[in-house]
Nanobody, 116 residues
Framework: QEQLVESGGGSVQPGGSLRLSCQAS????????MGWFRQAPGKERHLVARLVGNTGETFYSESVKGRFTISRDNTKKTVYLEMNNLKPEDTAVYYCSAALPDVIYWGQGTQVTVSS
């Protein structure tokens, strides 16, 4: 059973930065599409950023483009989400994911709160 273990959430003021980490197996990192989703209270979960395992291609939602960066460190078996210039509307539970067309694994979620 594959597992994703997230860390790095917390509270920060507007304009601040946080880095989320997601530990995964080498198999997932190399073969799956790794992603970060977020879900705000009362709203649906939606994709923030993704990284294709075997090509390194990245995608960002328009709301975070230019502020967030998804990256991977194979030696640490970790995917990161670097978040800069955070805004109150970035407040949500952030989930790491590993996906193929017929299967998806989720992390447990980590809370990010942006407030003054």
């Amino acid at each position: 059973q594959e597992q994703l273990v997230e860390s790095g959430g917390g509270s920060v003021q507007p304009g601040g930065s946080l880095r989320l980490s997601c530990q995964a197996s080498e198999h997932l990192l190399s073969n799956f599409v790794m992603g970060w989703f977020r879900q705000a209270p009362g709203k649906e979960r939606h994709l923030v950023a993704r990284l294709v395992g075997n090509t390194g291609e990245t995608f960002y939602s328009e709301s975070v483009k230019g502020r967030f960066t998804i990256s991977r460190d194979n030696t640490k078996k970790t995917v990161y989400l670097e978040m800069n210039n955070l805004k109150p509307e970035d407040t949500a539970v952030y989930y790491c994911s590993a996906a193929l067309p017929d299967v998806i694994y989720w992390g447990q979620g980590t809370q990010v709160t942006v407030s003054s």
